[in-house]
Nanobody, 126 residues
Framework: QVQLVESGGGVVQAGGSLKLSCAAS????????MGWHRQAPGNQRELVAR???????NYAESVKGRFAISRDNAKNTVYLQMNSLKPEDTAVYYC????????????????????WGQGTQVTVSS
């Protein structure tokens, strides 16, 4: 199976920075739009940032100007640079890809849709 694996979470003081990474496993041909979502206890999962295969981005208003999403298609990886972190940013952050095209065992291309990573915890202390 194609998996998305997040890394880079941790505990940071308010005002600090973290950079999250999300990499796709196995042999990948291409990935469509990718995004970062987060979910705090008792809250619904919300979109934080999104980036298309062509590099167009959008952000939640709460993180605009502080967070930056980017991707490296050669590495099948998406990043989330988080600066000026606030306690309210504390959540589990999930990576998402709307479409992943990968090489099957016989060399044919196959598509998977709406893939999610396992999440990485970000805790911002005051």
């Amino acid at each position: 199976q194609v998996q998305l694996v997040e890394s880079g979470g941790g505990v940071v003081q308010a005002g600090g920075s973290l950079k999250l990474s999300c990499a796709a496993s196995r042999s990948i041909f291409s990935i469509g739009a990718m995004g970062w979502h987060r979910q705090a206890p008792g809250n619904q999962r919300e979109l934080v940032a999104r980036i298309t295969s062509g590099g167009s981005t959008n952000y939640a208003e709460s993180v605009k100007g502080r967070f930056a999403i980017s991707r490296d298609n050669a590495k099948n990886t998406v990043y989330l640079q988080m600066n000026s972190l606030k306690p309210e940013d504390t959540a589990v952050y999930y990576c998402n890809a709307d479409r992943v095209t990968y090489y099957s065992s016989n060399g044919n291309l196959r598509d998977l849709y709406d893939r999610w990573g396992q999440g990485t915890q970000v805790t911002v202390s005051s």
